[in-house]
T-cell receptor
C-alpha cells in the first residue's frame, strides 16, 4: 500500500477563497482523522470518521470548516471562506482502530492563506 | 478532557549520548501512550507505544517507561545518531481520541 495520500502538498490561496484538501486513507482502515498542525497549537484533532460516518467534529474550529467522507477511499476537508489564520499544515491519518493502535499519517498539506 | 504536557521543548545532545523526553497526562483513564517522530516535511510516524498494563517497553535503542500513579511517561533514546534528529510527540488516549503533546525538537550534534 502507498500509505495515506494527501493532495495537494502545498496550497496558496487568497483570503476569502474556498480551499479543498483531499485524502485517500489506507485500504482497510476504518478510521480517518483530520489534524491541523501549527507552531502555536501543535497537533489538533479536527474531526474523525468511522466507516465513513463523522463521529466527533468537536475540534472543527468554525462553521467555515467542513469535512466529508463519501466513501471508504476518499475524504475532503473544506474551508470556505478561508482566512489568514487558517494557514497551517493539515494532516490526514487513518487507522484500524480508534485510539488504541497506530495512526498512519499522510505527508500533509501546507496551506498558506494570504 | 485529556491534557498532555511534554518537556523539554528543545533538546540538543552529542552523537552517542542519551536523550530523554518526559510527558505527563491528566486523564487517569488514559491507557494507551504512543510516541511519534516527525521529520522535516513529513507526517508523524509511530516509533513505539506502551499500554497501561506495562511499565516499560524497549525496542533496540528506544525505550519507554510509564508510571500510572504519577501519570508520567518518558522516552529514552540511547546511543543517539544524527538521523534521530526530529520532532518527537508523546500522546495519550483513553481509547477514544489520541491527544498529542506539544512536541520536542531533538538535535543530535555529530
Amino acid at each position: 500500500d502507498a500509505g495515506v495520500i494527501q493532495s495537494p502538498r502545498h496550497e496558496v490561496t487568497e483570503m476569502g477563497q474556498e480551499v479543498t484538501l483531499r485524502c485517500k486513507p489506507i485500504s482497510g482502515h476504518d478510521y480517518l482523522f483530520w489534524y491541523r498542525q501549527t507552531m502555536m497549537r501543535g497537533l489538533e484533532l479536527l474531526i474523525y470518521f468511522n466507516n465513513n460516518v463523522p463521529i466527533d467534529d468537536s475540534g472543527m474550529p468554525e462553521d467555515r470548516f467542513s469535512a466529508k467522507m463519501p466513501n471508504a477511499s476518499f475524504s475532503t476537508l473544506k474551508i470556505q471562506p478561508s482566512e489568514p489564520r487558517d494557514s497551517a499544515v493539515y494532516f490526514c491519518a487513518s487507522s484500524v482502530h480508534r485510539g488504541q493502535t497506530e495512526a498512519f499519517f499522510g505527508q500533509g498539506t501546507r496551506l498558506t492563506v494570504v | 478532557g485529556e491534557n498532555v504536557e511534554q518537556h523539554p521543548s528543545t533538546l540538543s545532545v552529542q552523537e552517542g549520548d542519551s536523550a530523554v523526553i518526559k510527558c505527563t497526562y491528566s486523564d487517569s483513564a488514559s491507557n494507551y501512550f504512543p510516541w511519534y517522530k516527525q521529520e522535516l516535511g513529513k507526517g508523524p510516524q509511530l516509533i513505539i507505544d506502551i499500554r497501561s498494563n506495562v511499565g516499560e517497553k524497549k525496542d533496540q535503542r528506544i525505550a519507554v517507561t510509564l508510571n500510572k500513579t504519577a501519570k508520567h511517561f518518558s522516552l529514552h533514546i540511547t546511543e543517539t545518531q544524527p538521523e534521530d534528529s526530529a520532532v518527537y510527540f508523546c500522546a495519550a488516549s483513553t481509547g477514544d481520541k489520541v491527544i498529542f503533546g506539544p512536541g520536542t525538537s531533538l538535535s543530535v550534534i555529530p
